[in-house]
């Protein structure tokens, strides 16, 4: 399935927290840093792991290590928010940004900085973007990506709506996008309904 919808009771639980109005910035930031490691470990199940032989205070023995180089790539803003409860769990990410900002008659975005590590075209990427809606600042990261050799994908989304999705795998269908939730529909402003709000605001108390 190119899109997958989890249903873990703690992501629930969690989710449910930061769409409250009520909910702070402190407690926003440190949820989304929690749902970001949970979906994370979900995901991680299926990457390939290389023996790697290890000296224990005892013998030496055989383990094992993550055969392909991870990188995040959050967009600004609030795809920052994700990136630290990844981290956590895999130290050895690396982190490449995409800025854009939304149009707000056509409500199109414009890429005004990317900046990705050496070898990218190598590593397995992952796009993390809270709220994915109309689509369009995923469409437009993917494309950067690919246009820097990027073959392995995935979308990383806490809420999104079938038209956002649908528009990405129209165009990538190949790409993989990871949600807890999907939600009923876009408002005339494309923000997510029943949605969060704005998740940048949200996250760094800009409003």
């Known amino acids: 399935m190119p899109y997958q919808m989890f249903n873990h009771p703690l992501m629930k639980h969690k989710l ?13 930031r440190e949820v989304v840093t929690e749902l970001s490691g949970l979906m ?5 199940r299926e990457l390939k792991l290389v023996e790697k032989e290890v000296e224990t205070p005892i013998a030496t023995t055989i383990g094992y290590q993550l055969k392909d180089e991870i990188v995040l790539v ?10 630290d409860g990844i981290q956590s769990l895999i130290p050895s990410v690396k982190i490449a940004h995409i800025g854009m900002f939304r149009d707000p008659d ?6 005004y900085y990317a900046k990705f590590p050496k070898e990218i075209d190598q590593a397995k990427v992952y796009i993390l973007d ?31 709506v079938m038209e956002g999705i649908n528009k ?9 996008i990871y949600l807890i939730q999907i939600d009923d529909k876009l408002n ?20």
Do not use: N, Q, W
């Open 106 to 111: 056509t409500l199109l975005p414009t890429v």
């Open 130 to 160: 809270p709220l994915l809606a109309t689509g369009g600042s995923v469409l437009e990261a993917i494309r950067k990506l690919r246009s820097a050799g990027v073959k392995d994908i995935t979308v990383l989304s806490l809420i999104g």
């Open 168 to 176: 990405i795998l129209h165009e990538e269908p190949t790409v993989k």
């Open 188 to 207: 005339d402003h494309a923000y997510i309904v029943p949605g969060l709000g704005d998740a940048g605001d949200r996250l760094f108390g800009t409003k």
């Open 74 to 83: 959050p967009i600004l803003r609030a795809g920052l928010g994700m990136v």
């Open 16 to 28: 449910t927290m930061i769409r409250d109005t009520d909910c702070s910035s402190k407690m926003f």
């Open 40 to 44: 994370v470990y979900e995901i991680s």
